[in-house]
Every structure is written in C-alpha cells, then in structure tokens.
C-alpha cells in the first residue's frame, strides 16, 4: 500500500467538492491505496473554502486545505498543490469531475509498465467552441515553436521525484514546460470524460490570454522571428541592391533613386536584426531574474 496524492485547483466548484471527495477517497478505496487530497482554492467567490475546510475536519489524516488569497490560476494552485504532497504519486486532476478519479489508477498502471516519470490523460473526444479550440491550438503552438512539442492536459500522474526536482520562481507558470524540461519520458493516454459538471474556468479569452504570456515568458519564439525576418531582409536588401545598382550602370536611371532604396531596405533590415539580437539578450536576463512569486497563501488547514 502506498500513498497516492491527489491535488485538486478548485474555482466555485462547492456544489460538487464534497462528491470529488468520496470519488477519490473510494478509488483509492478499492485499489488499495492510501489517499492524500490536498485542495487549493484559487480565489473561489462562492463557498468552497468552507466546505474544503469541514472536510479537512472529517478527514484530518487525509485532506489538506489550501487557501489563496486571490485567483492565480490553474497552474499556479496545482504548483502550490504540489509543494505539500507527500505522495510516491501524484495526481492533478480538475474539479469538474470531467475525468473519474478512478481513471488515475489507470494512468498508474501505464506510467508503472512503461516506466515513465509522468503520463497525461487527455479526453478521447474534445467538444469545444472554434474560439476555445483556437485559442488551446495558439496555447500549443506558443509554448512549443522552436523547442519541443508540448500539448500537456491538467489530468496527470507524476513520481514525486520528477515534483521534488520542479523548480521555479515567477508569476507566470506553465507546469507542462517545467515538467518537460526535466524528463522526457512521459506519454498521453486518451481516456473517457464526461461533460464538466461546472462552468469552466477557462473562457476563449482566457485561453488566448495565457497563450500570449506563455508565448512571452516561455518561448523566445518572436525574438526568433524578428531575428530571422532581420536576416532574410538583409539578403532580400541585397540582392534588391545588386539589381538596381547594374541597372544604375547600365541602363541609367535617375541619379538619387538607386541609393535611396539600397539604402532603406538595408538599413530597415539591420535595425530588425539589431532589435532581435539585443531582444534576445534582454529575454534570457527577464528569464533568470524574474523573481515574483507564482501564489500567495491565505490560509492552510491539516499542513
């Protein structure tokens, strides 16, 4: 028997935390395990640090409370989720009850057979507006362009040696890329999900939103892309100037107009290349010295 740690971000989910607990608590249950459910509310406006907060009550060996002081975020609470497990395992999963807690299990039999340090379990089918889904594929792509593909989901499963290894100081925080940058043996498995019992957390805007601060902060892809635009101008610049300089010597054309667009297109190319290069610099020191904190905590119960 061992300790498994569910961490649950929880966002006016108090009609439903109560059953998210007795799901997890019987899973593990019935496959032998000893639980830990540590919930972090992130900024709730309804209920649900009461109710999370009367479970830690009746459950005081098995459920920790956590309290932010405001809405950080998904990915925040699950990082603030995980400094107070104890778990062999861990496990993030919403509290939507999207994905059944029992599912976990299956995601720990795979990562235990493939030997691998942390597995996603994502839905088999997505049903999702146009905004929603462009706004995820924009989320994808921001956070993968020019490094490795990352399209990580919110349930997982992970060793508590890869979560003992995270390592992060700032306010803009995308777990999967943390994760991904300490190992690379981790899977998806599509699984079943049901429709989300709650209103998402997550609108079109919001994804867009997180998208842009993840393409900024984690992702040097636009430096990159004025850089590489600044090259291939030079070279266009170049060979623009090669043609109107033999058309200057050989087929006389007004005196003045060779020079100017020579020198227009040449310097425009240089000032991008130079914007890219110093942007480049100014990315790596923004990355290294960043040092807001990603959650405040108000309150804790049974850590």
């Not at 249950?29 to 900024?43: C, L, R, S």
């Not at 499963?157 to 943390?178: A, P």
């Not at 994804?207 to 004025?226: A, E, H, K, N, Q």
Request: charged share 20%; glycine share 8%; with cysteine.
């Amino acid at each position: 028997m061992s300790l498994i740690s569910f961490v649950v971000p929880v966002f006016n989910s108090s009609e439903i935390i109560e059953e998210l607990c007795s799901e997890i608590l019987a899973a593990c249950k019935e496959n032998g395990e000893t639980p830990e459910i540590i919930f972090v509310n992130d900024g709730s406006e309804d209920h649900s640090f009461e109710i999370i907060s009367k479970l830690c009550e009746s459950f005081p060996n098995e459920i920790k409370g956590i309290d932010l002081t405001q809405n950080f975020g998904q990915h925040c609470a699950t990082l603030c989720g995980f400094e107070y497990c104890n778990g062999e395992y861990i496990v993030s999963i919403d509290d939507d009850l999207q994905f059944n807690p029992r599912q976990a299990f299956i995601l720990l039999e795979e990562l235990k057979s493939r030997k691998l340090d942390f597995i996603y379990g994502i839905p088999k089918k997505r049903n999702h507006s146009l905004r929603r889904f462009l706004g995820r594929m924009f989320l994808f792509w921001g956070s993968s362009l020019g490094s490795k593909k990352i399209a990580g989901a919110s349930f997982r499963v992970i060793r508590k040696n890869i979560i003992n290894q995270l390592s992060f100081t700032g306010d803009v925080v995308f777990i999967d890329d943390l994760l991904t940058q300490i190992s690379n043996r981790y899977a998806y498995k599509p699984i079943d999900a049901s429709p989300s019992r709650i209103k998402s957390r997550y609108s079109g805007k919001n994804i867009w939103r997180s998208g842009i601060r993840i393409l900024f902060f984690y992702s040097g892809v636009p430096l990159r892309f004025i850089s590489l635009l600044g090259f291939a101008g030079s070279a266009v610049s170049g060979i623009f100037g090669l043609y109107f300089i033999v058309k200057k010597l050989f087929f006389h054309v007004p005196i003045g107009y060779t020079s100017i667009i020579v020198t227009i297109l040449f310097s425009a190319s240089a000032i991008l290349l130079g914007i890219g290069i110093l942007g480049e610099y100014i990315h790596r020191i923004y990355k290294n010295k960043h040092q807001s904190k990603a959650y405040y905590i108000r309150e804790r119960k049974n850590t």
